[in-house]
């Protein structure tokens, strides 16, 4: 259903413009604005990545579709890369969000605006890929120089000074615990029963 609504060319109209023509990977439609798109990735019903051209702009854009699962069913997330300027980039969040918000399947839902990196374009790459954040230069030293002159939390301490002896200590103990050799005694047993039966025997002679 989302894919449908967004990420085939009927669906175009909702953030990128009207087309008329079917999208298929590699090959270059035009919009009814004039506006030319290349299709650089489709892989259904998950990503696609467009590659827009226009005469009046200086360089060519790009613009993303992933449809993600998520608890509530899906995500839809659109990318934009290659804007010129922050106004260029208001105006199409603002459209964005605009569109989003207004889908039907999305009522009652949040639409969350992330401003991330500046307006260029994305370095090669994994296409489609989110790399993790990364932390902060040095931050990772000052807490290894915090826990070694404050130490662990107290009740870090506590946990692992209850659940590792005891841990080490019950290994042990099950291995000690033959019981399978106690089954000669059962065999004992049978030996007095033996040597009744000759001593009457011989009083007989």
């Known amino acids: 259903m989302a894919w ?15 087309c008329a023509q ?13 506006t030319r798109i290349q299709v650089v990735r489709q892989v259904p019903p998950k990503q696609l990545r467009l590659r827009l051209e226009r005469d009046e702009w200086p360089r060519a854009r790009t613009v993303q579709l992933r449809v993600l699962p998520s608890v509530h069913g899906v995500t839809v997330a659109l990318h934009a890369e290659g804007l010129p300027d922050a106004d260029t980039r208001e105006a199409l969040l603002a459209r964005w969000t605009r569109a989003l918000e207004g889908w039907s399947a999305f009522s009652g839902r949040t639409v969350e605006v992330t401003r991330e990196g500046a307006l260029t374009r994305e370095p090669p790459g994994k296409k489609g890929a989110k790399k993790p954040p990364s932390l902060e230069q040095g931050l990772a030293e000052q807490g290894a120089a915090l826990l070694k002159k404050h130490g662990p939390a107290r009740g870090t301490k506590k946990a692992v000074a209850t659940k590792l002896p005891r841990a080490v200590k019950k290994a042990p103990v099950a291995k000690k615990a033959p019981v399978a050799k106690k089954a000669p005694v059962a065999k004992k047993t049978v030996k007095p029963s033996r040597a009744g039966r000759r001593k009457p025997s011989g009083r007989t002679k």
Do not use: C, I, M, P
């Not at 669906?11 to 990128?16: C, F, M, P």
């Open 4 to 18: 449908a609504a967004w990420g085939e060319a009927s669906g175009l109209v909702r953030w990128v413009g009207a």
């Open 22 to 34: 079917a999208l298929t990977e590699g090959e270059q439609v035009a919009l009814v604005d004039g």
